[in-house]
Structure formats: structure tokens, C-alpha cells
């Protein structure tokens, strides 16, 4: 990446973060939205890494960065229709799993206690799905 807005880097850094979907998904290869946006302020990472914002997302970043604009890679993932996830009560075991792995503390529990996701808080990432040892976590449209 070549060109960059002419805003100072923290205003920089917010302006992109306010554009990303705020998945905390990790699918950019960077721990959350934020690093990603400190990596494309930086000049480091491309405005293409962000399968949850798709096309359109990758088209704000490069019209706020000043630089071309192009699809998202396809390659980190699919763009998906928002979905959040949901908890299946009656095989959940109460791991915690889900819990550790949620990086927006949307899943509330005890150890050896049913589960549940707090879908307002949900951004849809499904780590919490693989981190599942009885698959009991299931993705669906938001209500």
C-alpha cells in the first residue's frame, strides 16, 4: 500500500476500525479488527483481508486509505449473510470452552452448567463452534 489519508495515525487507526465489521474473527490474520486497522495505517496490511465486511468493506477502506479499491480475498474466507450463534441447551456439558474461546465475551455459563450466547453481543465469528467438544453451538439469523 502506497498513499494514505492525511489524518493523524490514531484518528487513522479509528476511522478504519469504525469500518470493519467488528467480528474479532481473526480471519484478516490479525487478533481482532483493531491490530488489523493499526497494521493498515501502518502500511503493512492490504484493505482486501476482511471476508465479513466483503467487497464493499474492502471498497470503504481503500476510498478512506486513498488507494485502489478491490474485492476482498477470497481466499481468507466467504462473506456471509450476518448470523449469530446459539446454544443448544440440552446437549450442552457446561465446558467453558465456548466461553474461552468467544473473543466478545458474548457467552455466559458456569463450569458444569448450561450456556447461553447474549445475541446482542454476538458478532458471528464462530470460534466458539470448533472450541465445542460436542457440537452443541449452532450459527443462526439474529432475531
Do not use: N, W
Amino acid at each position: 500500500m502506497s498513499a494514505r489519508a492525511p489524518l493523524g495515525s490514531v484518528e487513522l487507526v479509528e476511522r478504519l476500525d469504525r469500518i470493519l465489521p467488528q467480528t474479532q474473527c481473526g480471519q484478516c490474520g490479525y487478533d481482532g479488527c483493531r491490530p488489523y486497522a493499526e497494521a493498515m495505517a501502518r502500511g503493512e496490511a492490504g484493505i482486501d483481508h476482511c471476508p465479513p465486511g466483503g467487497d464493499a468493506g474492502a471498497r470503504a477502506l481503500a476510498k478512506l486509505l486513498g488507494v485502489d479499491a478491490k474485492p476482498f480475498d477470497r481466499s481468507r474466507g466467504e462473506h456471509k449473510r450476518p448470523l449469530v450463534a446459539a446454544v443448544i441447551e440440552a446437549d450442552c456439558i457446561g465446558c467453558t470452552k465456548c466461553i474461552q474461546a468467544c473473543p466478545v465475551d458474548a457467552i455466559v455459563g458456569a463450569s458444569k452448567h448450561m450456556h447461553v450466547v447474549i445475541e446482542p453481543l454476538c458478532t458471528g465469528c464462530e470460534l466458539c463452534i470448533p472450541a465445542c467438544p460436542v457440537d452443541c453451538i449452532v450459527m443462526q439469523p439474529p432475531a
